[in-house]
């Protein structure tokens, strides 16, 4: 599984849904950066290193939808 730039993210314990925006290259690593859009409140951003949110989506403490792009891909 490879997270990439609009992939679609959702916290069951929050209820939050989330986009991925933007993926940048660190000294220590990726960063991604969600906007999460939580109701009634203003989406905000949050960044995570790359290896730590895929562990967060392995361990099922965050649901992982591809993005449009990601599955035209696949399907070439």
Do not use: A
């Not at 679609?8 to 940048?24: A, H, M, Y």
């Amino acid at each position: 599984m490879k997270v990439k730039v609009g992939d679609c993210l959702f916290e069951p314990l929050s209820q939050n849904n989330g986009e991925v925006t933007r993926i940048i290259s660190h000294p220590n690593g990726k960063l991604v950066t969600v906007r999460w859009r939580v109701e009634d409140h203003l989406p905000h951003d949050t960044e995570y290193f790359y290896s730590k949110l895929v562990k967060s989506i392995k361990k099922g403490h965050i649901e992982y939808t591809p993005g449009p792009e990601h599955e035209l891909e696949e399907n070439s």
